[in-house]
């Protein structure tokens, strides 16, 4: 580990700090970590999403007036820099951010908020992914996009919350979330699942998901509040997306996610997957097609 520490925060209206431990969300609610009081700011209006060390995305939340990044209306999360303005409803925030050393007598504080914790355990991966933004942007107005787009994050997140699982990473237009395998995790996937595929039916806006199950090395990060995947099997679930873009369909299972779901898969085809030796097959839900 590097012996310097990333050190980030907001700096709010009135010029005082609130520091960024991890993931928070904001809004005029009172159960917002950040509670904003403009009138105009929606009761839970973004998500400042903690996706490593000093690393920070904004996620609109579908909220009516939208979130701005250096004078920018955002229509997907959007990574933070050292000097943004974001401003939210006439609320306007600077995001910061530095290096500092660990014998800074800020730093004593920074590693005992969290302890470091790897192990190794078999998760359930999903990835989700909006099809064709860029056209999405190019077919809807510059207010009405960012209000779908940032309605689906809220509508998946709050799904996945409700149900055992953890968001980790939002990539643009899609997110990566995770369940470490236990005896109900395997259910809440499926009713995850269940849930997306109605929302999937709306095409509103058109998605992709991709299912991988297998082993992750889990920690945390000195100075955040959150918990990582890393190895092998994570990097081959976000290489499924383009395996499902290329095979056209909507939700893709890996082999080993086929085998544990518990409900009905049929192979649909092989593939390689760009970073791994050999082809791979791969399966829908469902019953083979006639």
């Given at each position: 580990m590097s012996d310097a520490l990333s050190l980030s925060w907001l700096e709010l209206p009135d010029g005082s700090r609130f520091d960024l431990r991890g993931s928070t969300t904001v809004g005029r609610a009172s159960e917002n970590a950040l509670a904003?009081?403009?009138?105009?700011?929606?009761?839970?209006?973004?998500?400042?999403?903690?996706?490593?060390?000093?690393?920070?995305?904004?996620?609109?939340?579908?909220?009516?007036?939208?979130?701005?990044?250096?004078?920018?209306?955002?229509?997907?999360?959007?990574?933070?820099?050292?000097?943004?303005?974001?401003?939210?409803?006439?609320v306007r925030l600077r995001f910061g951010s530095e290096r500092i050393k660990a014998d800074h007598p800020s730093a004593s504080g920074l590693l005992e908020s969290t302890i470091l914790t790897v192990k190794t355990a078999?998760?359930?991966?999903?990835?989700?992914?909006?099809?064709?933004?860029?056209?999405?942007?190019?077919?809807?107005?510059?207010?009405?996009?960012?209000?779908?787009?940032?309605?689906?994050?809220?509508?998946?997140?709050?799904?996945?919350?409700?149900?055992?699982?953890?968001?980790?990473?939002?990539?643009g237009d899609g997110f990566f979330c995770y369940w470490i395998a236990g005896p109900e995790s395997s259910a809440q996937l499926r009713t995850v699942l269940d849930a997306l595929k109605s929302m999937q039916e709306k095409k509103s806006p058109p998605f992709r998901i991709v299912v991988h199950y297998g082993e992750a090395a889990v920690g945390s990060v000195p100075t955040m509040a959150e918990v990582n995947l890393h190895g092998a099997e994570v990097n081959f679930a976000f290489r499924m997306e383009k395996v499902a873009a290329r095979l056209r369909q909507p939700v893709l299972f890996s082999e080993t996610a086929a085998e544990e779901i518990g409900v009905l898969t049929w192979r649909i085809d092989e593939c390689e997957v760009e970073g791994f030796a050999g082809a791979r097959p791969f399966f829908v839900p469902g019953l083979p097609q006639a």
């Amino acid at each position: 580990m590097s012996d310097a520490l990333s050190l980030s925060w907001l700096e709010l209206p009135d010029g005082s700090r609130f520091d960024l431990r991890g993931s928070t969300t904001v809004g005029r609610a009172s159960e917002n970590a950040l509670a904003l009081a403009g009138k105009e700011v929606s009761r839970r209006h973004a998500l400042i999403q903690a996706q490593g060390e000093g690393e920070f995305w904004l996620v609109d939340l579908g909220s009516a007036n939208g979130c701005w990044v250096n004078e920018r209306r955002i229509s997907q999360p959007v990574e933070l820099k050292a000097g943004d303005v974001i401003e939210l409803s006439g609320v306007r925030l600077r995001f910061g951010s530095e290096r500092i050393k660990a014998d800074h007598p800020s730093a004593s504080g920074l590693l005992e908020s969290t302890i470091l914790t790897v192990k190794t355990a078999q998760c359930w991966m999903l990835m989700a992914d909006i099809i064709g933004s860029t056209r999405l942007a190019q077919q809807m107005s510059a207010e009405e996009l960012p209000r779908i787009t940032g309605g689906w994050f809220k509508e998946c997140r709050e799904i996945i919350d409700a149900h055992g699982g953890h968001v980790m990473k939002y990539l643009g237009d899609g997110f990566f979330c995770y369940w470490i395998a236990g005896p109900e995790s395997s259910a809440q996937l499926r009713t995850v699942l269940d849930a997306l595929k109605s929302m999937q039916e709306k095409k509103s806006p058109p998605f992709r998901i991709v299912v991988h199950y297998g082993e992750a090395a889990v920690g945390s990060v000195p100075t955040m509040a959150e918990v990582n995947l890393h190895g092998a099997e994570v990097n081959f679930a976000f290489r499924m997306e383009k395996v499902a873009a290329r095979l056209r369909q909507p939700v893709l299972f890996s082999e080993t996610a086929a085998e544990e779901i518990g409900v009905l898969t049929w192979r649909i085809d092989e593939c390689e997957v760009e970073g791994f030796a050999g082809a791979r097959p791969f399966f829908v839900p469902g019953l083979p097609q006639a």
